[in-house]
């Protein structure tokens, strides 16, 4: 259950500039002139209906186009061009946060279009066919140098395997038949030996077609949250529309019984102009950019999320269930020392825990194999007589060796002292208090025993990772409840869960355990998150609401998970909901700025639009604008322009730090509620003067 | 759906029978008990002192109509209408004709405000006009409450201030001394309800009342 | 001091009756109050329901609006026919098609427009068999409709929402009867007229003029008026009427008896969702707008009237044009801006008269969409919708899918609460433009310039929002303004509680997600400023352009008069 390759160990948060996500900065030239034309492309109206605000707006232009051709004036074709803009930008905005996918993908695919397989045939011939056409189910071999055509499990044989094409982690890792490390992923390259694939995915649907959609955004769905956002634009975008529309008739009858001459008659272009920069276009263009770019934000710390609705999840998360080994502890636990009982000998403890742990290559039974030759200089040993191990599983929590007559067992302490109690054996005195020592110390104590004697204990130490502690308080303040998995006894796991400060834990873990934990959460109406990399974590992945598959996991956790971490570092659960608020926080943030922008420009419009009629109400004209006509102007080009100024907030996202809720409220009120309505005060009359000094008018 | 309209046909009748009916009934039963008085209109030999009256159709022999007792609060309605009437006919209310200017409308017995805006070129004309009726009274200086209408048209109240710019105008037509108006509008003035609710005020039909007693 | 010392004594009392006339509701609505089960049983036997028998919000809407037809038709008949009918000492006659309909809408809608001159159209039997039981009626749907949308929030996983039938009789049984009752005795105590004998002759002897004072059973109609926030009924100019609102001591009892259910429905709402901390929040929402309106109208109309200046008067006591002695120049303001946020429109001085500043005072109050505190149940329930946008944008910014007391806040809530925020601007702001483009519409208003702009902006966004509060000078007794106002007053109230019923259901269908720290607080300062924010954006930004063509350019205009 543990993962083969030793994440990197990069700073939680810091953006791992490697494997799809090749490293590209924000501006990247090529991505930049792909943007331009795509915007043009954009401007079809049937892309643009999904959009009701950019829509508007398109529509606004079409008529100031008309009108500036009908009664040409520089003020009409002044307007047109800047709302026609104002389009571009949106559209702009929309094609940079595609274009990063689209080049990432674009990688991809030429890997996946030059590889070819090796059939082979029920009568074990190879046949060479295109790796495009295989089909679930399909048998391949594959050799040192060969790149594995498609996704599948290993049935026969082992090899290490570069897998830098997909995690960008250039040490190669070990696959081999049966277990939980047998999965290989098309597009990934054998460096030696020889195995044999049985293909699990359907054609078009293995993980690298997966993640080719996934990058490029091609069948993007609108998340949620995305949706219930849409709506209320929709509303404020409707809503101001009569707002708009009425002041034609309301400025008639004005005039009318106000005495002065004229007809009162508003200008189109000027309606036209007040409409656009009513409604909240700002977030109306940004809205898909600011999708997108949070799913690449993702890509780029290596992990791919099946849905944008998973990405959204991760930020509601209010649990999160964390591997204790791999995410708050280095790893590994090591041997650290024998601990006879029973007046048995220190070496003959070392021994059979050795024994008992020669078929176990998990870290830990490495480190005591290592541990028993360090002490005492026992050398691994060839067993001739015949033997049988005894592999660990969830339910007996232990595993051993049946050799010579001699049944060694290690494992958990109750799961051994019940299995010697069973072979009528009796338990020491002193295994208790040791047992006990060991894990109020925050170490894990495996009893070994060989047959109804029981022989020791090995401790097992745990190294909790560094930062981590912090890590956690900061989720505590996010409002995130921090749950250990470990299948450690309580009391270890009590120890650790101290220091390591996590708020709760689930010690003696088994899958169901696991499983059950999920539901009581979510049944208390709480959204959880996990990560997992076995076949029996598929359960658990699949009911949480977050379920984080790691890279080297089977692939029925990548299945059943909907996210993959490329760089199978379980710590980047972590990233995954800060990505996921910051995300929503810079739609709300952006979204509190359009709408707050309005007053300024009431300001600048409304003294304009009736100016013929009454004229007293230049009053509210309190920035002191030239003309009317440069009112108008400078409002729309204040419109217009502040979409491209963030254009990079909204592809980087509000910057996100790990404090209350509200803290964060109350910061972004200011920034962007206040500050929303203050800036465009000062840079309507800054563009009016500009306008002046240009000579424009 | 059917039993919806079969509810809702029930619940309309015993709705209306007992929140309209029964309601009412029972609280003209009660109130008739406990309050006759005031149930019916606190009604006193001259009229009803919530009611505002026309006292500039009083009579002065040798005086100007009404100049002999204090008015209250001018009219929507009446000549009050007239005036307006004749200086803006868009506006003009068709009124009785026998209502006299600074009381409320007490013949017709409906209320109404003149409901004009603050930047109202009637209401500024009204105004001006109601101020030259009070010099010519002899009042100089008419106080807001004289020169403009109430909201009921039927105030039956003016404040103390109002009674004070009109004593000179009494006491010239009715001989009474002007310090003993003044005690006498003192000993009219009721103070704000609880000490704070509204603000002090004298009632038309009680000073007058009072003034008539001297007299 | 007058105005501070009233204010204090209306903020004891409406404090009190916050704490336990709210937590008296909670109680009424969730069944814990059974003193008069004698008389609820039988009416439940009788018409085959019973509060086990809970509604979806579906048959809740549905029993709503046929209800409410049912009680339109019947209405409008007993109007058209009111003639023949008993109780009629002045005999009056039938009410005229337009103006019936007008009438009954208003008062089915809770709006208590009045087209009509109560002493002058109306007969004893149309305004106690008709008015009167809508003054109960109206008040009840509106509170039952907030209950409703309160049980959303309080359940979990739940398919109904309760039982319309079984709300709005307990609503009218525990709640409105009693308090109504001992409310309409004060009244008649202090002067309220309150019988059926018709009108009374009097001759004065001391100034020889004979005077018709008209009578009726004013003093109760004017307690559930009040209560049930309705607002209009017996005489033409409501409230200002002496022998309707004879004292100072009533003036206030009318304010508080009108501000009583809409603010106490916090406390109920705090009680039921088991925080009374949200109540509290809702409420400080409400009492610091309305604090403000109260503010800079009363200070509006301690200046003097523009014309009374100009004729060279000067004013001590401010804007005395169509104010009553006896209330004063702020306390008329409190009495009108209490009236224009609660949707219950009644007057104690004439509106149109207000100054620039006061009259867009009482005009905007009501543009903002009735929730500060708004009427009886639609105020809470559009609050409540309000705060779902606030909630929603506030969520977003702490980046999480927003909830609002555990229940999250999604695309569905989303777009039931857009469309009920979204309904009254747009009928409101449409029907003005008609009304302005027509020849029937411009043939309303008395005054000219931008006033006679704010008397049609006034009328019809009174009627949407189903106040009733109006600048008087319109002539609204035409066809043409009847019937505008009847489809005003009718989109104002149902297009926006079909929405808050649907979104009950949707709410009470949901689970309830724990809060926690990173939960978005909807209890504190914070969210109270948001949702200031959402309810003074919304109404600001939609009516801005319109208030600038009528009050404001009226208060620009110095020295000019038309």
């Not at chain 3, 709006?111 to 009509?116: G, K, V």
């Not at chain 3, 006591?317 to 104010?323: A, C, F, I, R, S």
């Given at each position: 259950m543990t993962a083969t390759v030793t994440p990197p160990a990069a700073a939680p948060g810091a953006p791992t500039p490697h494997g799809v996500a090749e490293a590209r900065s924000l501006f990247d030239r090529e991505i930049l002139v792909h943007s331009l034309r795509d915007s043009i492309v954009k401007l079809n109206p049937r892309v643009q209906i999904k959009n009701p605000v950019m829509f508007v707006v398109l529509v606004g232009t079409v008529i100031t186009f008309i009108e500036a051709i009908a009664k040409p004036s520089f003020f009409a074709w002044a307007i047109t061009v800047w709302l026609f803009l104002t389009v571009m930008f949106a559209n702009f905005a929309e094609a940079m946060a595609e274009g990063r996918g689209k080049a990432q993908a674009d990688t991809l695919r030429r890997m996946r279009s030059e590889t070819e397989a090796r059939r082979l045939r029920t009568d074990g011939t190879e046949e060479r066919i295109a790796a495009s056409e295989l089909s679930k189910g399909d048998t391949v071999v594959c050799e040192a140098g060969d790149i594995i055509p498609s996704d599948g499990d290993i049935i026969e044989g082992i090899a290490s395997v570069d897998e830098s094409a997909i995690t960008g982690e250039s040490a190669p890792v070990i696959r081999e038949s049966g277990g939980d490390r047998s999965a290989v992923t098309g597009g990934t390259k054998v460096l030696s030996d020889r195995i044999v694939v049985r293909i699990t995915a359907e054609r078009g649907q293995t993980f690298l077609d997966r993640m080719i959609g996934l990058v490029e955004g091609a069948n993007r769905q609108k998340t949620p949250n995305e949706i219930a956002l849409t709506i209320l634009l929709a509303v404020l975008t409707i809503v101001f529309i009569p707002v708009v529309v009425t002041l034609d008739p309301f400025a008639h009858y004005s005039a009318l019984v106000s005495g002065a001459t004229g007809s009162g008659t508003v200008s189109v272009v000027i309606l036209v102009s007040l409409l656009v920069c009513l409604i909240p276009t700002t977030i109306g263009a940004l809205l898909s950019a600011i999708g997108i770019a949070g799913m690449d934000r993702l890509v780029q710390r290596n992990v791919l999320a099946m849905s944008g609705r998973a990405v959204e999840a991760a930020g509601d998360v209010q649990t999160l269930l964390l591997d204790k080994t791999g995410t708050i502890t280095l790893g590994n636990r090591m041997a650290s020392a024998f601990v006879p009982v029973g007046g048995t000998d220190e070496r003959d403890l070392a021994s059979s825990a050795q024994l008992a742990s020669l078929a176990d290559d998990t870290p830990e039974g490495r480190s005591i194999v290592v541990l028993a030759k360090e002490k005492f200089d026992i050398r691994e040993r060839a067993l001739d007589t015949p033997h049988q191990f005894v592999p660990f599983t969830a339910q007996t929590r232990m595993s051993g060796l049946d050799v010579d007559g001699q049944k060694i067992r290690k494992g958990a302490a109750d799961s051994v002292k019940r299995w010697v109690t069973e072979h009528g054996g009796s338990i020491p005195a002193d295994l208790d208090p040791i047992v006990e020592r060991i894990s109020k110390s925050g170490s894990t104590p495996l009893v070994v025993a060989d047959g109804p004697t029981v022989l020791g204990v090995i401790e097992l130490k745990d190294v909790v990772k560094q930062g981590i502690r912090e890590k956690f308080d900061q989720m505590r303040q996010m409002g995130i409840r921090t749950v250990m998995i470990t299948g450690d006894n309580p009391l270890t796991a009590a120890a650790i869960a101290q220091e390591a400060g996590v708020d709760d834990f689930l010690a003696e873990a088994t899958p169901e355990a696991k499983m059950d934990l999920i539901k009581t959460e979510q049944e208390g109406g709480k959204l959880v998150a996990m990560t997992g990399d076995g076949t029996n974590d598929a359960p658990a992945l699949a009911q949480a609401d977050v379920g984080v598959a790691m890279n080297t996991g089977t692939t029925a956790a990548k299945e059943a998970g909907n996210m993959v971490d490329l760089d199978s570092n379980p710590t980047k659960l972590i990233d995954v909901v800060e990505i996921g608020k910051q995300l929503l926080i810079t739609r709300g943030a952006l979204t509190t700025f359009s709408i707050a922008n309005d007053v300024a420009k009431y300001f600048a419009i409304i003294p304009a639009l009736f100016a013929a009629t009454y004229p007293q109400l230049s009053t509210l004209n309190i920035m002191k604008l030239h003309s009317p006509t440069s009112a108008v102007l400078s409002a729309v080009i204040f419109n217009a322009l502040v979409i491209v100024a963030l254009i990079p907030l909204a592809l980087r996202g509000v910057r996100f730090r790990a404090v209350g809720a509200a803290a964060i409220l109350r910061r972004n009120v200011w920034i962007y509620g206040i500050g929303g309505i203050i800036a465009p005060f000062i840079f309507i009359k800054l563009i009016d003067l500009i306008l002046v000094a240009l000579h424009a008018y | 759906m059917v039993a919806h309209i079969r509810r809702s046909l029930i619940s309309v009748v015993v709705i209306t029978a007992v929140f309209g009916f029964v309601y009412m009934f029972i609280g003209v039963g009660i109130s008739q008990l406990l309050f006759h008085h005031q149930a019916n209109g606190s009604i006193t030999a001259n009229g009803s002192p919530l009611i505002g009256q026309d006292w500039a159709a009083t009579k002065c022999p040798g005086h100007p109509d009404g100049s002999c007792v204090f008015h209250g609060r001018p009219d929507n309605t009446g000549p009050y209408a007239a005036v307006v009437c004749a200086s803006n006919a868009k506006n003009c209310t068709p009124s009785s004709g026998g209502d006299n200017p600074l009381v409320a409308n007490g013949v017709s017995g409906s209320s109404g405000a003149t409901n004009l805006g603050p930047r109202s070129q009637t209401l500024l004309t009204n105004t001006e006009q109601l101020v030259a009726y009070w010099k010519g009274l002899g009042v100089d200086n008419p106080t807001p409450d004289l020169v403009t209408t109430s909201g009921s048209g039927l105030d039956p109240d003016i404040t103390p201030q109002d009674a004070m710019v009109q004593i000179a105008m009494v006491s010239d037509a009715t001989g009474i001394p002007a310090s003993q108006l003044q005690a006498l509008i003192n000993k009219e003035t009721h103070s704000a309800?609880?000490?704070?609710?509204g603000a002090p005020y004298v009632n038309l039909l009680e000073l007058n009342t009072a003034l008539a007693n001297l007299g | 001091m007058g105005l501070f010392l009233t204010i204090l004594v209306l903020v004891v009392a409406l404090g009190i009756t916050w704490r336990y006339l709210g937590s008296y509701m909670a109680n009424v609505f969730e069944g814990r109050v059974r003193y008069l089960a004698w008389a609820e049983r039988p009416f439940y036997r009788l018409i085959g329901t019973s509060p086990e028998q809970e509604q979806s919000w579906k048959r809740y809407a549905g029993s709503l609006i046929i209800f409410s037809a049912i009680f339109l038709g019947v209405g409008y008949l007993l109007l058209r026919i009111q003639g023949s009918l008993p109780l009629n000492p002045q005999h009056m006659g039938a009410v005229k098609p337009a103006l019936a309909l007008n009438t009954q809408t208003s008062f089915v809608t809770n709006?208590?427009?009045?087209?009509?001159g109560g002493e002058t159209t109306m007969s004893y039997f149309s305004q106690i068999g008709v008015l009167t039981v809508q003054q109960f009626v109206s008040a009840a749907v509106g509170i039952a409709v907030a209950i409703a949308l309160v049980r959303g929030f309080s359940r979990r996983n739940s398919p109904t929402i309760g039982n319309f039938w079984v709300d709005i009789t307990r609503c009218m049984l525990y709640i409105l009867l009693p308090i109504a009752f001992v409310a309409g005795l004060i009244l008649v105590g202090e002067g309220a007229v309150m019988t059926l004998a018709g009108t009374a002759t009097i001759h004065d002897a001391l100034n020889g003029v004979t005077q018709t004072i008209p009578r009726g059973p004013a003093g109760f109609m004017g307690a559930i008026m009040q209560l049930g926030t309705n607002g209009g009924g017996f005489f033409n100019v409501d409230l200002a009427h002496p022998l309707q609102n004879p004292t100072a001591i009533t003036n206030v009892l009318y304010i508080w008896l009108t501000l009583s259910i809409p603010f106490a429905l916090t406390y109920t709402f705090g009680k039921m969702v088991g925080s009374i901390r949200h109540g509290a929040a809702l409420l400080s929402a409400m009492v610091i707008i309305f604090g403000v309106w109260v503010g800079f109208t009363s200070y509006a109309e301690h200046t003097n009237n523009p014309a009374v200046a100009a004729a060279g008067v000067h004013s001590t006591?401010?804007?005395?044009?169509?104010?009553e002695v006896r209330f004063g120049d702020t306390s008329s303001a409190l009495f009108n801006v209490s009236m224009t946020q609660t949707s219950d429109g009644a007057i104690d001085s004439a509106s149109d008269s207000y100054t620039p500043v006061g009259g867009m005072g009482l005009l905007t109050g009501m543009m903002?969409?009735?929730?500060?505190?708004?009427?009886?149940g639609s105020g809470l329930y559009t609050i409540l919708v309000y705060a779902i946008i606030a909630v929603f944008i506030g969520g977003l910014m702490i980046g999480r899918t927003p909830e609002y007391l555990g229940k999250k806040i999604q695309a569905k809530e989303v777009k039931l609460a857009g469309l009920a925020a979204l309904v009254m601007p747009l009928v409101v702001l449409i029907l003005t433009a008609v009304a302005v483009s027509l020849h029937a519409g411009r043939?309303?208003?008395?005054?000219?310039?931008p006033h006679a702009f704010s008397e049609i902006l006034y009328a019809l966004t009174s009627q949407g929002n189903n106040n009733g509060s109006a600048f008087a000078g319109l002539t609204g007794n035409t066809a043409f303004y009847n019937t505008i106002g009847a489809v005003d007053m009718l989109l104002g109230r149902f297009a926006i509680m079909i929405p808050a019923l649907a979104l009950a259901g949707a709410l009470a269908g949901k689970q309830i997600v724990p809060a926690g720290l990173g939960t978005f607080r909807t209890d504190n300062g914070m969210f109270i400023g948001l949702v200031i924010g959402v309810i003074i954006i919304i109404g600001g930004l939609t009516f801005f352009p319109a208030v600038s063509l009528g009050p404001i350019v009226e208060q620009l205009s110095h020295g000019k008069f038309w």
């Open positions: - | 309800q609880w000490g704070f609710l | 709006t208590n427009w009045q087209n009509y006591v401010g804007n005395t044009e169509g104010k903002l969409g009735e929730v500060t505190p708004g009427g009886t043939a309303g208003p008395l005054n000219s310039g």
